[in-house]
Structures are given as structure tokens and as C-alpha cells.
Nanobody
Framework: QVQVVESGGGLVQAGGSLRLSCTVS????????MGWFRQAPGKEREGVSC????????YYNDFVKGRFTISRDNAKSTLYLQMDSLNPEDTAMYYC?????????????????WGQGTQVTVSS
């Protein structure tokens, strides 16, 4: 059984930083494309950043380029999202997702395994 568990959300002032963590079990973490997604109230879910380290493929949505960094620790089966220069528009529920295969995608519909989400709130 695959489990995906996020942590690290919280309340931060504009310009601040947060690091989200996502621990995965039940699949071969090192071979799986992984991604971060977010959904704000009244808006559709959107891809934030995805990566497959086997193919060295990384994607960042334009709204986070230069501010967010995706990384992973295979030994800990943990994915990270370092978020810097946060602004109120980044306020959303952030979800970690595992694709379970090495094929790269950053479309939510291609990810079968999801965490419960962690709330990020940025105050102005």
C-alpha cells in the first residue's frame, strides 16, 4: 500500500520561506516521478513542480521559477519543496503526489498516489 504524507506547511509573512516535506512508502521512491501541486480556494489544482531524477527532468510552473526548489533524499524516501520569497498568491493547500513510474509528467491526472495536503498561508 502506497502512503504519501506531507508536512511543513504553516503561516508565514510575505517574503518569507517554508520547506515542505513529503515522505513516501510502498513504492520504489528513487524511480518514481514526483510532484508538488497546489489548490487555492475557488481555483483548480495546478502543478507547482515535478521531477524525475533518473532522467534529470525537472519542471517548474512559471509562477514559482526562481523562488521554489524541488529536491529529494532517496535514502529517506522524502521529497522536499523549498519555497522562498513567498507572496500571498502562494496561499493554497499543497499536495505531494507520486506517479509510481519513471515516465515524466506534471499533470495531476497522471499521478495515482496523493497525500492529504498541507496548508500554506502567506500574509501580506
Amino acid at each position: 500500500q502506497v502512503q504519501v504524507v506531507e508536512s511543513g506547511g504553516g503561516l508565514v509573512q510575505a517574503g518569507g520561506s517554508l520547506r515542505l516535506s513529503c515522505t513516501v512508502s510502498g513504492l520504489t521512491f528513487g524511480r518514481s516521478t514526483m510532484g508538488w501541486f497546489r489548490q487555492a480556494p475557488g481555483k483548480e489544482r495546478e502543478g507547482v513542480s515535478c521531477a524525475n531524477w533518473g532522467s534529470y527532468t525537472t519542471y517548474y510552473n512559471d509562477f514559482v521559477k526562481g523562488r521554489f526548489t524541488i529536491s529529494r533524499d532517496n535514502a529517506k524516501s522524502t521529497l522536499y519543496l523549498q519555497m522562498d520569497s513567498l507572496n500571498p498568491e502562494d496561499t493554497a493547500m499543497y499536495y505531494c503526489a507520486a506517479k509510481g513510474s519513471s515516465a515524466f509528467s506534471c499533470l495531476g491526472r497522471d499521478f495515482p498516489y496523493w497525500g492529504q495536503g498541507t496548508q500554506v498561508t502567506v500574509s501580506s
